[in-house]
């Protein structure tokens, strides 16, 4: 039996986390030993799992908002210690199809392969643009169909964006960035990497996963047949003010530990001009990366 541990980050959102373990209930796991860590992320009220969890749903609650990364990493280290051989990474306001573990698991007997990650829809009715798409189309619309990287202006995106799938990214094929939302990993690639590097506490802590990941030599692979369904930005909200501080802050730690030379420079003048004339947030956040006040910052929620 291969032992996978799947990690779930909870913050606030019940309705969600527990819609996510009722899907996770249905899926298939034969010839796996599938257990859960839900880490309560410092959540206003304490979560409690729903009556009739499985004893294979762990819970942890942590006092301190840890962030993605360091939420994360709890789940990670307490599944390595357990003996898992594989670390599923997941958000709580997704939803699984039934095969899409098996999936992911079936091309990790290959050495060079350390990430995979699967398809991802968004969820009916939080699709970016609704009025685009008919009835008929909703639930088929990509949220990620594999990553890419701009390095040239230190952004990543998610391929097929928006698009109705129509099979057009139905190839297994390796992909230069797996999102953090969903994504299994090996143990060997999380001892090496040593999971989420804390600093960034929310947004680019899976670009900076990923890139450990290549360095060492393994591959990421977009798995089609392996299906998901995302509520985007169910935690944070799209445009907030904790995403101009924490995505402006981070873009910078990443950019300058990874992008070329002239990338970097680019980045720095960017900075600049964000720190001029850039939104409240934006400009604490690039003030904070020269500062080096890292994991939580000084973001303040509920700031506006």
Same mark, same amino acid.
């Given at each position: 039996?291969?032992?996978?541990? $799947?990690? *779930? /980050?909870?913050?606030? !959102?019940?309705? @969600?986390?527990?819609?996510?373990? +009722?899907? &996770? #209930?249905?899926?298939? %796991?034969?010839?796996?030993?599938?257990?859960?860590?839900?880490?309560?992320?410092?959540?206003?009220?304490?979560?409690?799992?729903?009556?009739?969890?499985?004893?294979?749903?762990?819970?942890?609650?942590?006092?301190?908002?840890?962030?993605?990364?360091?939420?994360?990493?709890?789940?990670?280290?307490?599944?390595?210690?357990?003996?898992?051989?594989? $670390?599923? *990474? /997941?958000?709580?306001? !997704?939803?699984? @199809?039934?095969?899409?573990?098996? +999936?992911? &698991? #079936?091309?990790?007997? %290959?050495?060079?392969?350390?990430?995979?990650?699967?398809?991802?829809?968004?969820?009916?009715?939080?699709?970016?643009?609704?009025?685009?798409?008919?009835?008929?189309?909703?639930?088929?619309?990509?949220?990620?169909?594999?990553?890419?990287?701009?390095?040239?202006?230190?952004?990543?995106?998610?391929?097929?964006?928006?698009?109705?799938?129509?099979?057009?990214?139905?190839?297994?094929?390796? !992909?230069?960035?797996?999102?953090?939302?969903?994504?299994?990993?090996?143990?060997?690639?999380?001892?090496?990497?040593?999971?989420?590097?804390?600093?960034?506490?929310?947004?680019?802590?899976?670009?900076?996963?990923?890139?450990?990941?290549?360095?060492?030599?393994?591959?990421?692979?977009?798995?089609?047949?392996?299906?998901?369904?995302?509520?985007?930005?169910?935690?944070?909200?799209?445009?907030?003010?904790?995403?101009?501080?924490?995505?402006?802050?981070?873009?910078?730690?990443?950019?300058?530990?990874?992008?070329?030379?002239?990338?970097?420079?680019?980045?720095?003048?960017?900075?600049?001009?964000?720190?001029?004339?850039?939104?409240?947030?934006?400009?604490?956040?690039?003030?904070?990366?020269?500062?080096?006040?890292?994991?939580?910052?000084?973001?303040?929620?509920?700031?506006?």
């Amino acid at each position: 039996m291969i032992k996978i541990y $799947i990690s *779930i /980050l909870h913050f606030n !959102t019940p309705k @969600e986390t527990n819609e996510c373990l +009722e899907s &996770l #209930s249905k899926i298939s %796991s034969a010839g796996m030993d599938v257990k859960v860590v839900v880490i309560d992320n410092a959540s206003r009220e304490k979560y409690s799992l729903p009556k009739g969890t499985s004893s294979s749903v762990h819970l942890i609650r942590s006092e301190v908002n840890l962030g993605f990364a360091g939420g994360h990493n709890k789940g990670i280290l307490y599944g390595l210690s357990k003996g898992a051989e594989f $670390i599923l *990474i /997941l958000n709580n306001d !997704t939803i699984l @199809e039934k095969d899409f573990l098996k +999936e992911l &698991l #079936s091309p990790m007997n %290959s050495e060079k392969i350390g990430v995979t990650v699967p398809k991802i829809y968004f969820t009916k009715g939080h699709e970016f643009h609704k009025e685009r798409y008919s009835n008929s189309e909703t639930g088929k619309i990509f949220w990620y169909a594999g990553g890419i990287i701009d390095w040239q202006n230190v952004i990543s995106s998610h391929r097929g964006v928006d698009e109705v799938d129509k099979g057009q990214y139905d190839k297994m094929e390796p !992909t230069e960035f797996a999102t953090g939302a969903c994504l299994l990993i090996k143990r060997e690639v999380l001892e090496k990497t040593k999971g989420f590097d804390e600093r960034y506490f929310l947004y680019y802590e899976d670009g900076d996963l990923n890139m450990k990941v290549k360095r060492l030599g393994y591959k990421i692979l977009y798995v089609p047949k392996s299906i998901v369904w995302h509520n985007n930005a169910g935690s944070s909200g799209s445009g907030s003010t904790l995403q101009d501080y924490y995505i402006s802050r981070n873009r910078l730690l990443f950019g300058m530990s990874y992008a070329p030379l002239r990338a970097r420079v680019a980045l720095f003048r960017e900075s600049l001009k964000i720190l001029v004339s850039g939104r409240k947030w934006q400009k604490i956040g690039v003030r904070d990366y020269y500062l080096k006040r890292f994991g939580r910052g000084t973001f303040v929620p509920g700031s506006s």
